[in-house]
């Protein structure tokens, strides 16, 4: 039998598929299925009689523990430009852009040492 055959898919754009051969029975996909998909065949095994019902909230997916069952979710295209880069994004969203890496070092005379208690305004100073 190919791994294809062994996948019980209600149909080929079905949201949802079933692999026979991870697949123990156990019936908590059919449970907790809020939509009904799955009936139980004659050996237990998950059918997927109602795959139009599938909103693909991944509960049988998260919860089956042999991980038999897959559910396939529509990709969605990503707002403004997937992939922009930085300055792209800081010409469409200026505000958007909160700090870039600009790799300088830190010059001999910056000060770069810890800030002791009496110096922290975040923790209300006091003595070292």
């Known amino acids: 039998m190919t791994a294809a055959a062994k996948t019980r898919p209600a149909s080929e ?10 697949c123990k029975a ?3 996909c059919i449970t907790l299925c809020p939509e009904d ?9 998950p059918v997927i009689a109602r795959p139009d019902a ?22 969605k295209k990503a707002a403004g430009k997937a992939g922009a ?5 800081d010409e469409d969203q200026p505000d958007r852009v909160i700090a870039v890496v600009t ?6 005379d910056d000060d770069e040492r810890p800030v002791s208690g009496s110096e922290c305004g ?7």
């Open 37 to 45: 998909v799955f009936d139980a065949d004659d050996q237990a095994m």
């Open 54 to 75: 599938c909103t693909a909230c991944l509960l049988c997916e998260l919860h089956c523990p042999d991980f038999a069952i897959e559910v396939r979710r529509p990709v």
């Open 103 to 108: 790799g300088r070092r830190p010059a001999e």
């Open 122 to 128: 975040v923790h209300g100073g006091g003595e070292d």
């Open 13 to 22: 754009d079905s949201k949802v598929a079933v692999d026979l051969d991870l």
């Open 26 to 28: 156990c019936g908590i």
């Open 85 to 89: 880069t930085p300055a792209e994004i």
